[in-house]
């Protein structure tokens, strides 16, 4: 019984290792984040609402596409970066394209917000941030 079970075992092993994940029809790519170069913020918000906020930021090819946002919540302090999808394995153009992205913002708290949009490094590697801070109104 035990010597069934190592057979099956093992025959299973290999058919698992044989296999490959990636495959040779799947695109390569990999993400990378680009720094925002404008932001489309309100002045204020209203408790309850939500809002739109759109960023800029430049696409350096064609093989760039938008993913998603980073987005990282801590009390009244948001930050936002832009996340793409760069596919390596196409040809690509290599003109810079100024893109926007959007997304929604729910004032859930009185006070005032405060967003940090990535806008890239300094020569020391430290980050830099477009800083806005929204107050909520009544």
């Not at 760039?64 to 996340?83: G, H, Q």
């Not at 394209?97 to 806008?119: C, H, P, R």
């Given at each position: 019984?035990?010597m069934?079970k190592?057979?099956?075992?093992?025959?299973?092993?290999?058919i698992?290792?044989?296999c490959?994940?990636s495959g040779?029809?799947?695109?390569?790519y990999?993400?990378?984040?680009l720094p925002?170069?404008?932001?489309?913020?309100?002045?204020?918000?209203?408790?309850?609402?939500?809002y739109?906020?759109?960023?800029s930021?430049?696409k350096?090819?064609?093989c760039?596409?938008?993913?998603?946002?980073?987005?990282?919540?801590?009390?009244?302090?948001?930050?936002?970066?832009?996340?793409n999808?760069?596919?390596?394995?196409?040809?690509?153009?290599?003109a810079?394209?100024?893109?926007?992205?959007?997304?929604?913002?729910?004032?859930?708290?009185?006070?005032?917000?405060?967003?940090?949009?990535?806008?890239?490094?300094?020569?020391n590697g430290?980050?830099?941030?477009?800083t806005v801070?929204?107050?909520?109104v009544?």
């Open positions: 019984m035990f069934n190592l057979i099956v075992y093992c025959a299973l092993l290999c698992l290792m044989s490959s994940l040779d029809d799947e695109p390569n990999h993400f990378e984040v925002i170069e404008s932001v489309e913020i309100p002045d204020t918000f209203t408790l309850g609402e939500t739109p906020i759109t960023v930021y430049f350096p090819s064609s760039y596409t938008f993913n998603d946002f980073y987005y990282l919540s801590e009390l009244n302090e948001r930050t936002v970066a832009v996340i999808t760069v596919f390596d394995d196409q040809v690509c153009t290599q810079l394209e100024l893109t926007d992205a959007t997304f929604n913002f729910k004032v859930i708290s009185n006070g005032s917000y405060i967003f940090k949009f990535w806008q890239g490094e300094d020569e430290e980050d830099l941030y477009y801070e929204v107050p909520v009544d």
